[in-house]
């Protein structure tokens, strides 16, 4: 299984960016899809996840802003994130659980770095 991630980049504050990551080589089905992120010196927090169904679950700090999706024909997770802040500047990270397989997988992360 590969995920890669896409989106990631410099934008100004109150920009919209969207972050992308697809599925490859998964003979598996996908269960939960999920964004994680990780500041510098801080320890990876978890943002966003979507069920196999489309529930959509949100990390309180970006309730509002923050769109999570799945296209599930292509294997793929979206993360459109709006009204940017300088505290969303983070290492992106895609995760993914499968059916039936105990660990989730982890996408290589993409950089979202927001400027005031």
Same mark, same amino acid.
């Given at each position: 299984v590969q995920l890669v991630e896409s989106g990631g980049g410099l934008v100004q504050s109150g920009g919209s960016l969207t972050l992308s990551c697809a599925a490859y080589e998964s003979t598996f089905s996908i269960n939960v899809m999920g964004w994680y992120?990780? *500041?510098p010196g801080k320890q990876r927090e978890w943002v966003a996840s %979507?069920?196999?169904?489309? $529930?959509? @679950? @949100? *990390?309180?700090?970006?309730?509002?802003?923050?769109? %999570?999706?799945r296209d599930n024909a292509k294997n793929t997770v979206l993360l459109? %994130?709006?009204?940017?802040?300088? $505290?969303?500047?983070a290492v992106y990270y895609c995760n993914v659980n499968f059916v039936g397989v105990r660990d989730d997988y982890w996408g290589q992360g993409t950089q979202v770095t927001v400027s005031s």
């Open positions: 992120r990780q *500041a %979507i069920s196999s169904d489309g $529930e959509t @679950y @949100y *990390a309180h700090s970006v309730k509002g802003r923050f769109t %999570i999706s459109q %994130i709006h009204s940017l802040k300088p $505290e969303d500047t």
